[in-house]
């Protein structure tokens, strides 16, 4: 976009600057600070409504006490201005007490200060409340208004009608107001916005407090009912003495400006698709985002520092697209994007973050030293490099360069400012590597991107797999000392499977023949190929590793088996790289969040709002990109958000479904939810890939979990357990986007649709009311009359069904599969698993009895149930493993046809993580990292590592990846790095040198 109409001012120098300021204080102190309160010795109870507040279920005061239980959906907004729970837009209930011994009540002379808004004055609503669960009548003290005006009730000790002070002025509507009541005593006085309203004489006598309790916030009972506020509470005091005149006048002027003044509420305008921030060098970003209707383009930035940007143009559009200079390094920035006014109202995105530490490319080249001379590259080698980087597609990661002559240093030089590689020269002489390294370093080229080794050539001091290209000359290299297989041997070694290079340059005359050099090559399984550069370049490149699986779906494959099918991640492993990304970029571990995702030797790890890309071989960061709108949490109630396949990383967000390129990182293609009325109602749920198939399903908007208050989902509340499930399931063609069929029956559970051998099965709940739920998020006991179905994959029509009763899977429902064998299981609310497993495909009985009708389709072959292993860090929400015929679950193995139990003996482990499989490991989480070996069946832990709280190792292309997920972990011994593993049986060479860190 254009630069210049971007501009940079001080805070205070433009007329939406005060809104700002403010804005960043919130932003960059606690809440709780902001502003002057009473003081702390007299306060018996603090609430503060924000969202940093939540805790689970609870929302914790600032002082006294008890904690707020959240019962059912509550709206926390902290955008815009003030943090506040909004009561209007919330179905739930802020709950404190039913017991006068769990009220923590205040003594019998006592303040309630609180800031208050209402927005429907003319009905009835209470605003905090200590009575008898049948009113004030028959005990306590509430405080509410009736038809706009503030009404405070108390029941006296020996009276039978309570006392009650109204206010004279009405409130007004949509308006903050500052209310406080003082129970004194003599006398009740009320006062609004620092100004008497009211006051009543009090008898001598105390409250009297009944044993069971309505003590709730934001609620009162009115002739029988509740009666809630219609409006929203910022926060609430208690103090343990009335407040004087002074100090009430004090704190209502400190604060009143930092409340808007009554008038139509800003509209929070929702994005279409995005928005990204990406980044186009390290001190600059693009933000871009899309819209449903044409619209300017405004978007202001807020700096750490306090700074103001605002970048404007008239130009109408559906796709917008910003550029902001000048970021600084390591600084956390906030940005805003305006819509267009509705009427008098003003319209704006919710404020998004990003944080420019997060950066990862390698420096740029230096400028040379004065006195120093550059490395001259003619263009023609230019143009050779350019070539080779474009036709073997390796420009990030490591570059290994045999070889220290000025021919080496001028590809060194070339690669360095064409690409992003870090390059490696290697030589066995000492003084050509002091001479390389000074002209690198004279050249501003030595050091972050290109650096010299002194080593043996027979004996490289480096590790396995690691070198995206090897550059090597013939004559000296090739033949020097052993024979040219060897030599490829010992290179090849170096080389990282899935795409890794090796590039010869032939001398002429060449001392090897073609055919001597291409059989040596294809002995190392590596294939030749047109090189594209020139006839003196050959390239070789290195496939995929032979019985190396992938892991492209949350559970390794769409099956959802949670096993990847490698036949090489067993035995012993050793570090074969670690480094970023650490643990800042990652959400809490707590939440269920979605696995990362390995595919053709590439990892994707999804962070808070971060999405990065990187080499799984030597852990270089290929790229990242910030996404605001991308978050889901609490899986066992729900399907990730992201698959894999050989070339694209498909990712949904909102009700779209994103195609990024594996490599770049480019967002290449972009799909849209189906929905048979309007998909802006919906949002993209299951994600699973079947050959050129993507599948996905619709959710009604707004139903997935975010997870951002760092829960646990664990316990058996409604918050926690309910499951999102999803109205039309459907495919289309996942290059672009063609629609191949839909499928609309009932409410189709999330976590349990599966796929194996061209069918995909699920199962969905054919009760009307959930069908037609306003939410896609539902209660167990609303998912009744519960089929299990089979629809042909190619064609979306139904197979069979059966139905069955499901409904002691409470806690969570899966579902696996395998061998013509689907697998059901989940917990019930006293913790115990029950599994049931059901055969796919017709099939003869078989065995001696032949008068044995056949076996059909969705006939139920085993059940089974049993106490959790571990009843508590959400032991009794373990995902199963099934690896080939056996069927692991909990702490016990079965045999998948038949349900025999094979063993009890699992390794014990943690309950928050969950386990993942290899064909002949599984790994898991106890204390540490956890490995049990099947074919020794040894168990082995990596001292001070540890994962997250759900699934984060995953073992895929012959390595066992496990990227930082511990963030928010407040176990001892946690080193909070991302790690790839190796198997020693793939290279017996590895030791601790050879261990690559970023």
């Not at 976009?1 to 960059?28: C, E, F, K, Y």
């Not at 139903?703 to 459907?730: C, K, M, N, T």
Request: charge should be negative.
């Amino acid at each position: 976009m254009d630069q210049p109409a971007s501009t940079t001012r001080r805070t205070g120098q433009h007329p939406i600057i005060q809104w700002i300021g403010l804005l960043l204080t919130v932003m960059l102190l606690p809440f709780e600070s902001l502003m002057a309160g009473p003081d702390k010795d007299v306060i018996h109870a603090h609430w503060l409504f924000a969202s940093h507040r939540k805790q689970g279920h609870k929302l914790l005061p600032l002082a006294g006490g008890p904690r707020i239980e959240l019962r059912g959906p509550i709206v926390l907004a902290d955008d815009p201005l003030p943090p506040r729970v909004d009561l209007k837009q919330s179905a739930g209930r802020l709950f404190l007490a039913d017991k006068q011994t769990d009220a923590s009540l205040p003594p019998d002379l006592f303040c309630i200060e609180a800031w208050v808004r209402i927005d429907e004055v003319d009905q009835s609503g209470g605003i905090i409340s200590a009575t008898h669960p049948e009113g004030v009548t028959k005990g306590g003290w509430h405080l509410g208004h009736q038809g706009g005006r503030l009404e405070f009730s108390i029941l006296p000790d020996h009276q039978t009608l309570p006392l009650t002070l109204k206010a004279g002025a009405l409130l007004k509507a949509s308006q903050w107001h500052h209310i406080v009541v003082n129970v004194g005593p003599e006398q009740l006085a009320l006062w609004v916005d620092g100004e008497p309203e009211g006051e009543v004489p009090r008898p001598k006598t105390t409250i009297k407090y009944p044993e069971s309790l309505h003590y709730e916030l934001g609620n009162w009972i009115q002739e029988g009912s509740v009666q809630p506020l219609k409006g929203s509470l910022h926060e609430v005091y208690l103090l343990n003495q009335p407040a004087s005149m002074e100090a009430i006048q004090e704190r209502h002027q400190a604060r009143k400006a930092y409340f808007p003044l009554a008038g139509p509420e800003p509209i929070i305008m929702p994005i279409a698709l995005g928005p990204f921030v990406d980044w186009t060098g390290r001190t600059s970003v693009r933000i871009s985002w899309n819209c449903d209707e044409e619209m300017p383009t405004r978007v202001d930035l807020m700096g750490p520092e306090g700074e103001f940007r605002e970048f404007a143009s008239p130009t109408l559009s559906e796709k917008h697209q910003v550029e902001f200079n000048n970021i600084q390094i390591d600084g956390e920035y906030s940005f805003r994007i305006h819509g267009p006014m509705v009427g008098k109202q003003a319209q704006f995105s919710q404020l998004y973050r990003f944080d420019s530490s997060f950066y990862y490319a390698p420096l740029e080249p230096a400028s040379p030293q004065p006195e120093g001379a550059p490395i001259t590259v003619s263009s023609k080698l230019t143009e050779q490099m350019t070539a080779l980087l474009n036709t073997t597609e390796n420009d990030k990661g490591f570059a290994l360069i045999i070889g220290a002559s000025s021919q080496q240093l001028m590809r060194a030089s070339a690669l360095a400012k064409l690409s992003q590689l870090k390059i490696i020269l290697v030589d066995e002489s000492a003084s050509a590597v002091a001479d390389a390294r000074a002209k690198l370093d004279a050249a501003g080229l030595y050091g972050e991107r290109v650096s010299v080794h002194h080593s043996e050539l027979d004996s490289l001091p480096y590790g396995p797999f690691f070198a995206n290209l090897i550059l090597v000359e013939e004559t000296n290299h090739l033949t020097h000392s052993l024979d040219i297989n060897q030599r490829l041997k010992q290179l090849a070694r170096h080389l990282r499977p899935a795409g890794g290079s090796l590039c010869i340059h032939r001398s002429n005359p060449s001392s090897v023949t073609d055919a001597e050099l291409e059989t040596a090559l294809s002995s190392l399984d590596l294939k030749t190929e047109s090189s594209g550069v020139a006839n003196n370049w050959w390239l070789a490149r290195r496939g995929i590793l032979p019985g190396s699986g992938d892991w492209s779906h949350q559970y390794g494959g769409a099956d959802n088996s949670s096993c990847s099918q490698d036949e090489l991640v067993s035995g012993e492993l050793g570090v074969l790289w670690w480094g970023d990304p650490g643990p800042r970029p990652m959400p809490d571990r707590g939440p269920r969040n979605p696995a990362p995702i390995s595919v053709n030797g590439r990892l994707y790890i999804q962070g808070d709002r971060i999405l990065f890309g990187l080499d799984a071989y030597n852990g270089t960061i290929l790229w990242n990109y910030f996404s605001p709108e991308m978050r889901r949490a609490n899986l066992p109630r729900d399907c990730s958000n992201m698959i894999g396949t050989h070339d694209y990383l498909y990712v949904a967000q909102g009700r779209h479904c994103l195609g990024i390129e594996g490599h770049t990182g480019r967002r290449e293609l972009i799909f849209e939810t189906f929905s048979e009325g309007q998909s802006r109602s919906m949002d993209w749920g299951y994600l699973a890939t079947y050959r050129d198939m993507l599948i996905g399903s619709s959710v009604k908007a707004g139903s997935g979990y975010l997870g951002d208050d760092g829960e646990w989902f664990e316990d058996d509340h409604p918050e926690d357990i309910s499951r999102v499930v999803s109205a039309h399931l459907f495919a289309v063609d996942r290059h672009d986007g063609n629609s191949l069929w839909s499928y609309t029956g009932g409410a189709i559970i999330n976590s349990t649709i599966t796929i194996g051998d061209e069918e995909i099965f699920f199962l969905e709940s054919q009760n009307p009311a959930a069908i037609h739920a306003e939410t896609g998020r539902l209660k167990p006991e609303e998912l009744t009359d519960v089929r299990l179905v089979c629809l042909d994959l190619r064609s979306g029509k139904q197979s069979w069904e059966r139905v069955h009763d499901f409904s002691d899977c409470r806690f969570m429902t899966y579902m696996t599969y395998s061998n013509d064998t689907l697998v059901v299981a989940g917990a019930d609310k006293d913790k115990h698993y029950h599994t049931y497993a059901f055969n796919t495909r017709p099939q003869s009985s078989g065995g001696l009895d032949q008068s044995s009708p056949p076996l059909a389709a969705g006939s139920l072959l085993w059940e089974e149930s049993h106490e959790a292993g571990k009843n508590h860090h959400s032991g009794h929400l373990q995902h199963p493993v099934v690896i080939g015929d056996t069927f692991y679950s909990d702490q016990r193995a079965f045999n998948l046809r038949d349900g025999a139990l094979l063993r009890s003996d699992l390794p014990e482990r943690r309950g928050c993580g969950t386990m993942s499989a290899a064909l002949n490991s599984i790994f898991y989480r106890h204390y540490y990292h956890g490995q049990w070996d099947l074919q020794s069946n040894r168990r082995t832990q990596f001292e001070g590592l540890r994962s997250g709280c759900w699934l984060g190792m995953i073992p895929a292309g012959g390595l066992l990846l496990a990227p930082e997920a511990s963030a928010g972990c407040s176990c001892e011994n946690a080193i909070q790095t991302s790690v790839g593993y190796l198997p020693k049986s793939l290279d017996p060479a590895m030791t601790s040198r050879s261990v690559l860190s970023r």
